[in-house]
């Protein structure tokens, strides 16, 4: 079984061709200037992951899901419509 982290890496990476770690990724998710910065990576993990596997990544890399919904929030806001997180 894949863990976590190779599902939610493969989705946010494979589009943008770039090769995240779960680490930089989770700076990334749980950075607030990723959504000043358009930051795709981050957009793409709060829109293109599922929401349970959003939740399960967060909690293995330790990252507060309250800030994590802000931040979710706050790309909603760019984007337009409403991301899983922000509900």
Sequence with gaps: MQSVAAKV???VN???GT???AEQLAQKIANPTS???FDASAFAFYSEV?????EA????MKID?????LIARKFSKLA????????
């Design 80 to 87: 337009g419509y409403t991301l899983a997180l922000a509900a």
């Design 14 to 16: 494979a589009p943008y």
């Design 57 to 60: 990544f967060l909690v293995e």
């Design 65 to 69: 899901m309250d800030s994590a919904a």
């Design 35 to 37: 959504v000043d910065a």
């Design 19 to 21: 090769s995240l770690s």
């Design 50 to 54: 599922d929401r349970e596997l959003q």
């Design 9 to 11: 890496l493969s989705t």
